[in-house]
C-alpha cells in the first residue's frame, strides 16, 4: 500500500542545535508534501511545503529538502528553540484525491536548555 | 477571523455511549475534512466533503461512525456506539482549494479528545 513514514519516531536535540526529521514515502507519484508541527493540545500547524519539481525549500529558520530518487524528505530546523518540541508530521496532499492528506508517523521534537 | 472550531474539546465517555463530535470550518470554505490520531499513531483520514456532499469516506473505520454536514456550514461526526478503540484525537479541517499552495493551505482546528473507557 501507499504511505508516508518517519525514519525516527522521537528526537531530542540540545537548544540552539539544529534539527533534523526524516521521512519517507513510498507513492512514486507523490508530487507535493507538507511538514506540519502538532503542539500539544493543538491541531496541526503548516510549517513549509515543497512540490516535486524543487529540491529545496527555505523557510524562517525551516528547510525542506526532498530526494525523488530514493523517495525522502527532510525538514532541517535551525538553532532549535524550546518552543519547536512539538510532534512534526510529514504529509502528501493529493490534490487529485479530493486534497485529502496522507500523513507519516510522526516525529516528537524535544528540545533541551 | 475566526479558524476551524471544534467542540467539545475534551470527551470521555463510556463504552457504548454515543458521542457527537461539531466542526465549524472557516467561513466560505467548502471542503471540510475530517482526520483522527490515535495514541501514538500518525493522523489518519476519514472523510472529506465538498459543501454539503460527501466527496471521499475511504477513511471511515466502520459502520460505527456517521458524518454529516447539513446545509454545506458546520459537520458532525457521530460515533455509535463507542468502543474503546475509537479514543483519539479527531481534527477538523478546512480548506478553500483542494490544492494547498503557500498561503492557501488547510486549516486545522485543535481537535476533539476523546476518552472511550
Known amino acids: 500500500g501507499e504511505s508516508v513514514g518517519l525514519h525516527l519516531p522521537t528526537l531530542s536535540v540540545q537548544e540552539g542545535d539544529n534539527s533534523i526529521i526524516n521521512c519517507a514515502y513510498s507513492?512514486?507519484?507523490?508530487?507535493?508534501f507538507i511538514w506540519y508541527k502538532q503542539e500539544s493540545g493543538k491541531g496541526p500547524q503548516f510549517i513549509i511545503d515543497?512540490?516535486?519539481?524543487?529540491d529545496k525549500r527555505q523557510g524562517q529558520r525551516v528547510t525542506v529538502l526532498l530526494n525523488k530518487t530514493v523517495k525522502h524528505l527532510s525538514l532541517q530546523i535551525a538553532a532549535t528553540q524550546p518552543g519547536d518540541s512539538a510532534v512534526y508530521f510529514c504529509?502528501?496532499?493529493?490534490?487529485?484525491?479530493?486534497?485529502?492528506?496522507?500523513f507519516g508517523q510522526g516525529t516528537e521534537l524535544s528540545v533541551k536548555p | 477571523e475566526a479558524g476551524v472550531t471544534q467542540f467539545p474539546s475534551h470527551s470521555v465517555i463510556e463504552k457504548g455511549q454515543t458521542v457527537t463530535l461539531r466542526c465549524d470550518p472557516i467561513?466560505?470554505?467548502?471542503?471540510l475534512y475530517w482526520y483522527r490520531r490515535v495514541m501514538g499513531k500518525e493522523i489518519k483520514f476519514l472523510l472529506h466533503?465538498?459543501?454539503?456532499?460527501?466527496?471521499?469516506e475511504s477513511g471511515m473505520p466502520n459502520n460505527r461512525f456517521l458524518a454529516e454536514r447539513t446545509g454545506g456550514t458546520y459537520s458532525t461526526l457521530k460515533v455509535q456506539p463507542a468502543e474503546l478503540e475509537d479514543s483519539g484525537v479527531y481534527f477538523c479541517?478546512?480548506?478553500?482549494?483542494?490544492?494547498?499552495?503557500?498561503?492557501?493551505?488547510?486549516?486545522f482546528g485543535e481537535g476533539s479528545w476523546l476518552t472511550v473507557v
Open positions: 479541517a478546512s480548506s478553500q482549494d483542494v490544492r494547498v499552495s503557500g498561503g492557501n493551505t488547510i486549516y
Open positions: 507513492n512514486s507519484a507523490s508530487d507535493y
Open positions: 515543497i512540490r516535486s519539481n524543487m
Open positions: 504529509a502528501e496532499n493529493r490534490y487529485n484525491q479530493g486534497g485529502k492528506l496522507i
Open positions: 467561513s466560505g470554505h467548502d471542503n
Open positions: 466533503f465538498v459543501k454539503e456532499s460527501k466527496q471521499d
